[in-house]
């Protein structure tokens, strides 16, 4: 359904627009999450959270960006949010957990990758918090600059350098780690 169409659904039937939201976009949320988190009962949980989230702020919605960029900044705040009070809980920094939780994909039911989508991910999992989200919403959500640029709030240029220097880390990673 179109984003028009479902927020005039919103307006005159929130339950059942909000259905029809939940549908639409519990999938990429979800997996928007994961990549963050690394870990499936984590993502699933915050996932919850946010359209919880989602469906009490509906009607404050003002329509100043899309409702993807807003749904997806509520679930990238939520994400960051939960990673750091997971983090304070284990007296480490929001890093030094990712890369902890980074260690135990391989033995991770829900991961189906290969050994170089394995590769692939351990590298992505090293970079600073902003690159790694930057590089999964570029790389793997496929989206525009412009729409990170309204999800992180941040600058397009500024995007632009933290791929650029994610893609750097990422193929230096993969050079030494991956066996010829």
Known sequence: MEEKELLLLIEKDIEKGFSILVKQYSKPVYWH???ILLNHDDSDDVTQN???KIFQNLKSF???SSLKTWIY????NES???LNSAAKKKNVNSEELVAQL???LEDDNYFTGDDIQLKLQLAVAKLPEKQRIVFNMK???????EEISEILETSVGALKASYHHATKKIEEYLLKNVEK
């Open 33 to 35: 999450i994961r990549k």
């Open 50 to 52: 946010v359209f919880i």
């Open 62 to 64: 003002k329509g100043d």
């Open 73 to 76: 900044r509520i679930a990238t």
């Open 80 to 82: 960051i949010n939960f």
């Open 102 to 104: 980074s260690s135990n």
């Open 139 to 145: 790389y793997f959500d496929d989206m525009k600059y």
